[in-house]
């Protein structure tokens, strides 16, 4: 199973401030015949289900605000939120589906400072 | 609107059962793969189990598996996952949820039920 592991786990950041969090998978996820790194990151606030923020690692999803950004390649990418708002309060989770089972980090928390 | 609605979960007793279903509406329910992914009370996501369009093909985590099997009725447009012999540690939230594209299964998840509680105890 590919091993998906965050840091930190959790964050304390100003409003308006960045936020980085960083996401390391065991083994690569790009997979070379499209040259596509099969890695998505979700938002998850209390008491709702995940919402799609990134895909294929830097892809934003149509209607996320563009503060939200993904970087990386291969086994090491970053969420970057460029100007923390109050509505980002949430915990962020990293998923491989380059392979089953499908995994995901073990989360960050991002809270205001 | 794409939608997804969970029903099914409760409180059970260890080594009970129970059915949960997945109800999809507003799309073509049977060109898509489909998953189920858990949450353990303040935990993480964990994904437990997925079927392929025609519902020929499945695959589970290795904690549920002979324990748990996943189905779908593609002319009722619902998943189901069938779960025996229950234990405290199946506690969680359970979410269904799509895979983003009708093409495969190498897809992020994309829309997500609001998730169904399933408590173990007795």
């Known amino acids: 199973d590919i091993v998906m592991t965050q840091s930190p786990d959790s964050l304390a950041v100003s409003l308006g401030e960045r936020a980085t969090i960083n996401c390391k998978s065991s083994q690569s996820v790009l997979y070379s015949s499209n040259n596509k790194n099969y890695l998505a990151w979700y938002q998850q606030k209390p008491g709702q289900p995940p919402k799609m923020l990134i895909y294929?690692?830097?892809t934003r999803e149509s209607g996320v605000p563009d503060r939200f950004s993904g970087s990386g390649s291969g086994t090491d990418f970053t969420l970057t939120i460029s100007s923390l708002q109050a509505e980002d309060l949430a915990v962020y989770y990293c998923q491989q589906y380059y392979t089953t089972p499908r995994t995901f980090g073990q989360g960050t928390k991002v809270e205001i400072k | 609107e794409v939608q997804l609605v969970e029903s099914g979960g409760g409180l059970v007793q260890p080594g009970g059962s129970l059915r949960l279903s997945c109800a999809a509406s507003?799309?073509?329910?049977?060109?898509?793969?489909m998953h189920w992914v858990r949450q353990g009370p303040g935990k993480g996501l964990v994904w437990v189990s997925h079927?392929?369009?025609?519902?020929?093909?499945?695959n589970y985590a290795d904690s549920v598996k002979g324990r748990f099997t996943i189905s779908r009725d593609n002319a009722k447009n619902t998943l189901y996952l069938q779960m025996n012999s229950l234990r405290v540690e199946d506690t969680a939230v359970y979410y269904c949820?799509?895979?983003?594209?009708?093409?495969?299964?190498?897809?992020?998840?994309?829309?997500w039920g609001q998730g169904t509680l399933v408590t173990v105890s007795s």
């Open positions: 949820a799509r895979v983003a594209r009708d093409s495969g299964d190498y897809y992020w998840f994309d829309p």
């Open positions: 507003g799309f073509t329910f049977s060109s898509y793969w």
């Open positions: 294929w690692a830097s």
């Open positions: 079927i392929n369009d025609d519902g020929s093909s499945t």
